[in-house]
């Protein structure tokens, strides 16, 4: 098959395309560098260089490279603490999920392609007790900055599943860990932490759902043959903040992380944060499981850490 990936030189992007690659697709890859092209190359894809907020510019890379399957990986956060470089990497990634998704159906309608599959996230539901499916509410209604981000995420969603010439797929992937993420030893979260840079905020409540990058690339193999549709890919352990930190900083040789009032919190690293560590509630992964057949190889996040970190 030939698959267009835009996105594919990231911390999901790589291992994905070695996947596609040793799978026997036929593989093109949008790049900004020269030194994104060549790491492409490298995996044994080709490489097309261009900007994806450049709409025509797309859609004619879209268009050369004669896609089956276009895959969207664009984001494009921040690897610093810095909270204005964060600020930005958030709009920049809203920017991406709004427009350049927008851009890629268009193109892979225009190209003939047969399915588009989108990177979402599994952590921007509405808080409260309980497990979410696919079919419960994003955080649309959420204070600003969580809303603004919820609704960056529906309308890459809508956009994905809305076209009548595209099948859509949407994984909304749990939180990364493992090589180029953010949870790897030179990650900014496992260097925070480490550090002790990280606090807990209030009781650390909000439930994350880990995900191995090597998890992420299977379920998008998975998604270019299954059925259409939304799916949440985490792994099969959802854990309160309250128990990954301590494990993690404990892996990583440090203390504990000291504990800081949520409001408190929430003034320093905003109201996202505060929602991830304290208020986002478990996602589960059965719809994936039943309908791609696609089981985790790291299905317990403290198995995955420690393969990472120990
Ligand atoms: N679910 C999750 O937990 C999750 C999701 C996303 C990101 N993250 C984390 O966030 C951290 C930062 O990652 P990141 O957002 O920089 O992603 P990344 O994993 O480094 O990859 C971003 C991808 O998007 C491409 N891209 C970005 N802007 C582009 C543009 N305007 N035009 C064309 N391509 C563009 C990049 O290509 P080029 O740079 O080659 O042009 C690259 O392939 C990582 O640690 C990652 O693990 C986590």
Known sequence: ???????????????????????????????RSEDGARATRADGASAVLGDA?????????VAAARPDVVVNQLTNLSQTSNPRAIKQGFERTGRLREQASRTLVEG??????R?????????AYRPGPGTRGEDDPLYLDGPAQISGLAGSIDQLEKATLGSDKVEG???????????????????????MLGKRRLPQPGRGRGVFGFLHVDDAASATLAAIDGPPGTYNIVDDAPVP?????????????????????????????????????????AVSNS????????????????????SIFA
């Open 169 to 191: 797929v949407v994984l909304r992937y749990g939180a990364f860990y493992g090589p180029g993420t953010y949870y790897c030893p030179d990650g900014l979260f496992a260097t």
């Open 1 to 31: 098959m030939r698959i267009f990936v835009a996105g594919g030189t990231g911390a999901i992007g790589r291992p994905l395309v070695r996947r596609l690659v040793a799978a026997g697709h036929d593989v093109t890859v949008l790049t």
């Open 241 to 281: 903040a309250s128990e990954w930190m301590p494990y993690l900083a404990r892996l990583l040789g440090a203390k504990p992380p000291y504990h800081l009032p949520v409001g408190l919190f929430r003034l320093v690293a905003g109201a996202y944060s505060a929602y991830l560590f304290d208020e986002q509630p």
């Open 53 to 61: 907020f450049d709409a025509p510019g797309l859609r004619q890379a």
């Open 115 to 123: 399915r588009v599959v989108a990177q979402s996230i599994a952590f």
């Open 108 to 113: 892979a309608a225009q190209a003939g392609a």
């Open 287 to 306: 719809r994936a499981k039943e309908r791609l057949g696609w089981q985790p190889a790291h299905p317990q996040w403290r198995a995955g850490f420690e």
